[in-house]
């Protein structure tokens, strides 16, 4: 019989108001707690300091009227969404578009001989922005069904989220295998809409056994903390344990966010806005920073090294791709990996975390293949009593059967 382990995924800073369950017997379906009552209460916003001239202000901040801050019962950190397991890889890709322009293309990364499973796009703005005024949004020439939406009060944020699977399989699925363009065009709203996030999944014949987590929402800057608690780990599972971050919003070495892995810091400098459509390396290009308000965005992904950023160095333009890799963070015999983050300017927009795990299956998270796929059909994978996914108050517990050395790849 496979050895189990509990696996573990918190957000501490998650909200009351935004305690949830999964319904066992729909496990990869988030469903909000029917206890949890959607917060009345306004709070009038402190008076807000002039803004400084729109030609003097820097990308990134706010002027005084630019956002209304408004009472969402989505606030409190990001939170899982989808959890698959099977014989999985990914791409993740992010695009900022540069104002006045509405449109651009997202790169997908298509493993050969695969098959698109799912496919999500998130898409990180500002809280004027409403789901009908995404009306006229379009994703490789069809309209995405935002049908998640998460809201920052303190500042301001709202980013949203749609199943776009059908969207972006005929031409995935239709493709050879490498890169494969999708266009985006953000609409009317384009100047408000800091960039968007595709993450597609994928059934890979070449991959013995994976999970891949999505985590969607709005990350706590005062500090947010997603755990993984387990078992102790065995070899085959501490050689690729990845994870991509999308953050909006941010600009220059001023405006970054901190990450920490087991309490060993990972980044000083997550964030900038290497995914603009208008980015050149190098603090020396002055192209560079022609990037603006409605194109500050990085995503961890496509064209992205595994190998950056190098903590305590001097901040440069490509010091930090927002994709990591976590092994070098665990051993044979862990029992834990917790990732920390922390926003000290407060004003940037982490909006998305996915974790793509080889070698552990995640017992009670949604089996997918690609002849599941293909009839609209899903397995729960393999539930054990216990091992039924469950999202506590600020706690993500699901089961993971751990693959042992007999699996490893090759």
């Avoid at 964030?271 to 995503?299: I, K, M, P, Q, R």
């Amino acid at each position: 019989m496979a050895a189990t382990a509990t696996l573990l995924i918190a957000a501490s800073a998650m909200s009351p108001a935004l305690a949830s369950t999964v319904d066992p017997a729909e496990p990869s379906t988030v469903v909000e707690n029917p206890a949890a009552e959607p917060s009345t209460e306004t709070t009038a916003p402190e008076p807000a300091a002039p803004a400084a001239p729109a030609d003097e202000r820097e990308p990134g901040t706010s002027s005084s009227d630019a956002v209304a801050p408004t009472a969402s019962v989505d606030d409190g950190g990001l939170r899982l969404m989808h959890a698959f397991t099977g014989n999985l890889n990914w791409s993740v890709d992010g695009l900022g578009i540069n104002p006045p322009a509405q449109t651009g293309t997202l790169t997908v990364e298509k493993p050969a001989g695969s098959a698109v499973i799912r496919a999500y796009l998130m898409l990180a703005s500002f809280a004027e922005v409403e789901v009908a005024g995404l009306s006229d949004v379009r994703l490789n020439g069809a309209a995405p069904s935002f049908t998640e939406v998460a809201t920052d009060t303190a500042y301001g944020f709202r980013n949203f989220m749609a199943d776009v699977t059908s969207i972006v399989r005929p031409t995935i699925d239709g493709a050879n295998a490498g890169s494969i363009s999708i266009a985006i065009n953000e609409g009317a709203n384009a100047p408000r809409i800091e960039g968007s996030a595709l993450l597609v999944v994928f059934d890979d014949p070449a991959v013995s056994i994976s999970s891949i987590a999505l985590y969607f929402g709005t990350s706590q800057t005062s500090g947010d903390n997603f755990s993984l608690a387990f078992d102790t780990l065995s070899e085959p599972q501490t050689q690729d344990l990845r994870m991509s971050i999308g953050s909006a919003y941010s600009y220059g070495a001023e405006q970054n966010t901190a990450v920490s892995v087991n309490s060993q810091p990972l980044s000083d400098v997550a964030g900038h806005f290497d995914d603009c459509d208008a980015f050149v390396a190098g603090d020396e290009d002055d192209a560079n920073w022609l990037c603006n308000d409605g194109a500050l965005l990085t995503v961890g992904g496509v064209g992205d090294s595994l190998t950056n950023p190098v903590v305590g160095q001097p901040w440069t333009t490509v010091s930090d791709d927002e994709l990591y890799s976590l092994s070098p963070f665990v051993e044979v015999g862990d029992t834990q990996i917790e990732v920390q983050t922390l926003n000290e300017s407060g004003d940037d927009n982490v909006f998305m975390a996915a974790f793509y795990l080889d070698e552990i299956e995640l017992e009670g998270a949604e089996r997918v293949s690609a002849e599941l796929a293909e009839t609209g059909a899903s397995e729960t994978a393999g539930l054990l009593g216990a091992g039924v996914l469950a999202l506590l108050v600020g706690a993500a517990a699901l089961l993971v059967s751990r693959r042992r050395a007999a699996t490893a790849r090759a």
